[in-house]
């Protein structure tokens, strides 16, 4: 599987923006997609994952960040709202055909990864 994100940019605090995450390969239905997000000098983070229709949310961007996927396009979404500062971040999307639910927000067990898209959000 290669990934594709795209739909990063500069956004002032308060604002939205939707990421996209373009998937090549077959069977995209069986992969979990996540979104994983990396600031300058901090570890790398779960953000969100989907899983056949179940969701999973980090506790820091619950209520404001949307997880979707459409199969017949093989691309998922994160649709960000209310961005805030520390929303800052190199994104990536991140699939797995074999993760468990309790590895979800783990990102060593994803082994396809895209290249990143950067959202920046000015205060």
């Known amino acids: 599987v290669q990934l594709q994100a795209s739909g990063g940019g500069l956004v002032q605090a308060g604002g939205s923006l939707r990421l996209s995450c373009a998937a090549s390969g077959r069977a995209f239905n069986r992969y979990t997609m996540a979104w994983f997000r990396q600031a300058p000098g901090k570890e790398r983070e779960f953000v969100t994952a989907?899983?056949?229709?179940?969701?999973l949310y980090a506790d820091s961007v619950k209520g404001r960040f949307t997880i979707s996927r459409d199969n017949a396009k093989n691309t998922v979404y994160l649709q960000m709202s209310s961005l805030k500062f520390e929303d800052t971040a190199l994104y990536f999307c991140?699939?797995?055909?074999?993760?468990?639910?309790?590895?979800?927000?783990?990102?060593?067990?994803?082994?396809?990864w895209g290249q990143g898209t950067q959202v920046t959000v000015s205060s």
């Open positions: 989907i899983k056949w229709g179940n969701t």
């Open positions: 991140a699939a797995s055909s074999t993760v468990i639910q309790s590895a979800i927000s783990d990102a060593h067990a994803y082994p396809y």
